[in-house]
């Protein structure tokens, strides 16, 4: 696979045609954020297959140090936008986003690694900071195909565990 790395966007160009940048991220990508305030990575991608993706942390620790990341809902083949982000509860520091790509069974593809300069001070705030208008819509279009497809997959118990799988992250 043919990778190409630049410090802003992060740029894949993979053997089967696909084609994934991160083109913004929200905050900027040298900031202080309270405890679980997500990251927001906004993606382009133009992919002949569905494509899943999923901000984590370089440590691959989920779980120890408090870490909430995106569910990957499917995105349709095609040329889109997708949002990915990643939180953490605990005070924490990172210097890279890796950005893992699958296709619609979970297969990786790719990983991007993006160079950031995040620190969360795990406090929860009395307030919290309003995100980017892209990374809400893109939010909640992807809480949606999330939704749906729990919906569609549980048929009525859909929003139990939805609400689950949402509680597993804290």
Request: proline share 6%; no cysteine.
């Amino acid at each position: 696979l043919l990778i190409l790395l630049f410090s802003f966007p992060a740029f894949a160009q993979t053997e089967n045609n696909i084609s994934i940048r991160i083109t913004d991220t929200d905050p900027s990508a040298a900031s202080v954020l309270n405890a679980r305030e997500p990251l927001y990575i906004r993606i382009a991608y133009e992919s002949n297959i569905p494509l899943r993706f999923q901000a984590q942390s370089p440590f691959n620790d989920t779980g120890k140090r408090g870490t909430a990341m995106n569910p990957a809902p499917v995105y349709p083949a095609g040329n889109g936008e997708a949002i990915a982000w990643i939180a953490f509860d605990k005070q924490s520091s990172i210097d890279e986003i890796h950005l893992h790509i699958f296709d619609e069974n979970w297969k990786q593809i790719e990983t991007l690694i993006h160079p950031v300069s995040m620190q969360w001070n795990g406090v929860i705030p009395a307030t919290w900071r309003e995100p980017a208008a892209w990374a809400k819509e893109l939010n909640s279009r992807q809480q949606n195909m999330t939704s749906s497809s729990m919906q569609a997959m549980t048929g009525e118990t859909g929003v139990f565990w939805g609400v689950l799988i949402m509680l597993m992250g804290w």
